[in-house]
């Protein structure tokens, strides 16, 4: 099953130094696409999440058509970095098998902490860029 696979490559990012999350990407047709593991601490990388990776390989190597038929199937939700990514890249659905929920519960007093965030400010100017750009 993908899900037990997506775990086995938590357990091989985590057995190689990295925080434990694997995800794979699964075709339309059922054939395994393409495999990552975590490797933000062996990389240096913050960034170096799979799902994140994954939807990098998506964007550039398959067509909308046949990125909109996947399935990412991976160890814990993705992240809102991750969610980001998937979304532009067109990816047709993911499964995870931990929540973002559950997992916090694992990690010794919870998640990352939030950072402040004030806007929006600057509404015109901002605009003036970013007008017309999306049609």
Same mark, same amino acid.
């Given at each position: 099953?993908?899900?037990?696979?997506?775990?086995?490559?938590?357990? !091989?990012?985590?057995?190689?130094?990295?925080?434990?999350?694997? %995800?794979?990407?699964?075709?339309?047709?059922?054939?395994?696409?393409?495999?990552?593991?975590? %490797?933000?601490? *062996?990389?240096?990388? #913050?960034?170096?999440?799979? !799902?994140?990776?994954?939807a990098r390989w998506a964007a550039r190597s398959l067509?909308? !058509?046949?990125?909109?038929?996947?399935?990412?199937? *991976? %160890?814990?939700?993705?992240?809102?970095?991750?969610?980001?990514? #998937?979304?532009?890249?067109?990816l047709g659905r993911v499964v995870f098998a931990l %929540? *973002? !929920?559950?997992?916090?519960?694992?990690?010794?007093?919870?998640?990352?902490?939030?950072?402040?965030? $004030?806007?929006?400010?600057?509404? $015109?100017?901002?605009?003036?860029?970013?007008?017309?750009?999306?049609?």
């Amino acid at each position: 099953m993908s899900l037990r696979r997506a775990i086995e490559l938590a357990a !091989e990012a985590r057995a190689s130094g990295n925080p434990p999350f694997g %995800s794979l990407l699964v075709g339309p047709d059922g054939a395994v696409l393409v495999e990552e593991r975590n %490797s933000s601490v *062996t990389d240096d990388d #913050i960034t170096a999440h799979p !799902e994140l990776k994954l939807a990098r390989w998506a964007a550039r190597s398959l067509t909308p !058509e046949v990125a909109a038929g996947t399935t990412m199937f *991976t %160890s814990c939700q993705p992240c809102g970095m991750c969610v980001g990514a #998937i979304e532009r890249s067109g990816l047709g659905r993911v499964v995870f098998a931990l %929540s *973002t !929920e559950q997992l916090n519960e694992l990690k010794p007093g919870g998640g990352f902490a939030p950072v402040p965030q $004030e806007g929006p400010g600057l509404l $015109e100017e901002a605009s003036v860029p970013v007008a017309g750009y999306y049609r």
